[in-house]
């Protein structure tokens, strides 16, 4: 199988990806998708009657950074600190994983920090995430660099996801796993990512499509859409 466990669709407010083109560019693809919307899981229960198959996961704002969490049954607020999200998703046996965890978005002309990353803010707290995006498309080369290492190191398991937010991005970055397993059971998946024979494979994806999903995002939030942080 290969999954892409980081894909936003038309339910988080900066994604331009219809659950109509997620299903056709993955079965285009073969890519199992792992959907992961900021702050919210309505895409999972419109993809459960639709009987498309995915991993269900959600990206959280946290004061240190993303966070991903696979597996919620119970949801995990936004703005929140890194540690006590991190706590609140182990607590109820869901995986955290610390997603583009040292990219702090610097963009060159501006040299200006965008977003926090956990990685460049609390190195102890990120080692207790259950996984490691180690590749992540929109991520800058070093920054992917730097997760690896820290992956390595600390002997977390890694993952890879192309954070698209258009159809097109789907699939630029994935774990090619050696064996099916059962995508509904928390424990296969985890077993399956940490195993050695699953191998990571990424490209990167281009700083205009950064500056274009900045522009829809702005342009959402002005037709009264939530405020991102
Ligand atoms: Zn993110
Ligand atoms: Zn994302």
């Given at each position: 199988m290969n999954l892409d466990l980081h894909i936003h669709t038309e339910?988080?407010?900066d994604s331009q990806i219809s659950l109509k083109s997620l299903v056709s560019e993955c079965k285009k693809k073969k890519i199992t998708p792992g959907i992961c919307d900021?702050?919210?899981?309505r895409a999972h229960e419109v993809l459960h009657k639709m009987k498309v198959q995915f991993i269900p996961g959600i990206e959280i704002y946290t004061q240190q950074g993303h966070l991903i969490a696979y597996y919620t049954n119970d949801p995990v607020p936004n703005h929140l600190s890194f540690a006590e999200a991190l706590d609140k998703i182990q607590e109820q046996g869901a995986i955290a994983c610390a997603p583009h965890?040292?990219?702090?978005?610097?963009?060159?002309?501006?040299?200006?920090?965008?977003r926090k990353s956990i990685g460049t803010e609390d190195e102890t707290t990120m080692?207790?995430?259950?996984?490691?995006?180690?590749?992540?498309?929109?991520?800058?080369k070093k920054a992917n660099q730097r997760a690896s290492e820290f992956s390595k190191k600390h002997k977390i398991s890694a993952t890879a996801g192309s954070?698209?937010?258009?159809?097109?991005?789907?699939?630029?970055a994935f774990i090619q796993t050696a064996e099916d397993f059962d995508i509904e059971d928390p424990k296969q998946f985890i077993k399956t990512i940490k195993s050695k024979n699953s191998n990571i494979y990424g490209k990167q994806t281009t700083f205009f499509v950064h500056g274009t999903t900045s522009v829809f995002r702005k342009i959402r939030k002005w037709f009264g859409g939530k405020p991102l942080m």
């Amino acid at each position: 199988m290969n999954l892409d466990l980081h894909i936003h669709t038309e339910y988080s407010i900066d994604s331009q990806i219809s659950l109509k083109s997620l299903v056709s560019e993955c079965k285009k693809k073969k890519i199992t998708p792992g959907i992961c919307d900021h702050g919210n899981s309505r895409a999972h229960e419109v993809l459960h009657k639709m009987k498309v198959q995915f991993i269900p996961g959600i990206e959280i704002y946290t004061q240190q950074g993303h966070l991903i969490a696979y597996y919620t049954n119970d949801p995990v607020p936004n703005h929140l600190s890194f540690a006590e999200a991190l706590d609140k998703i182990q607590e109820q046996g869901a995986i955290a994983c610390a997603p583009h965890p040292f990219d702090t978005k610097t963009y060159p002309f501006i040299k200006k920090k965008f977003r926090k990353s956990i990685g460049t803010e609390d190195e102890t707290t990120m080692k207790k995430c259950d996984l490691i995006e180690v590749f992540n498309s929109r991520a800058d080369k070093k920054a992917n660099q730097r997760a690896s290492e820290f992956s390595k190191k600390h002997k977390i398991s890694a993952t890879a996801g192309s954070d698209a937010h258009f159809p097109f991005e789907i699939g630029a970055a994935f774990i090619q796993t050696a064996e099916d397993f059962d995508i509904e059971d928390p424990k296969q998946f985890i077993k399956t990512i940490k195993s050695k024979n699953s191998n990571i494979y990424g490209k990167q994806t281009t700083f205009f499509v950064h500056g274009t999903t900045s522009v829809f995002r702005k342009i959402r939030k002005w037709f009264g859409g939530k405020p991102l942080m």
